[in-house]
């Protein structure tokens, strides 16, 4: 997933999406979104593989952690519910996309998500029970 080089732009037209592999429910969601991909639209970046490195990204390991990204094709980059919107768009999900951005709608789901945002690394399978849930990009932060 991460052979490309960093400094490089992604292909055309495509989108490259940072995600954590070590949260559960963010791997089977970005799963569902690869098999969705059918044209190959999406680059999936497992931000917590071993050979990432998120400065070579131009990006601090924990402003990765902290929420999803999405480095556009033009390279500018969307972050949070917006990283999304990018993905559900390029996937034919454009009507969920406009729902998305309608004004108490956007509030809500950016409310939502910083709250998940904040309290991913404890969701269920990834850490032992009373465990402290540090990851691999907190110990290089």
Known sequence: MNARSA???????RVQVFFDGACPLCSREMAVLQRRDRRGQIEFIDIAASDFDARAWGREPAELMAAMHARLPDGSWAIGVEAFRQIYGRLGFGWLVALSRLPGVRRLLDAGYRVFARHRT???GRCAPGEACATRLDARS
Not at 7 to 13: H, I, K, L, R, W
Request: aromatic share 0%; no cysteine.
């Open 122 to 124: 404890r969701l269920p």
């Open 7 to 13: 400094a490089s732009s992604p292909d055309a037209g």
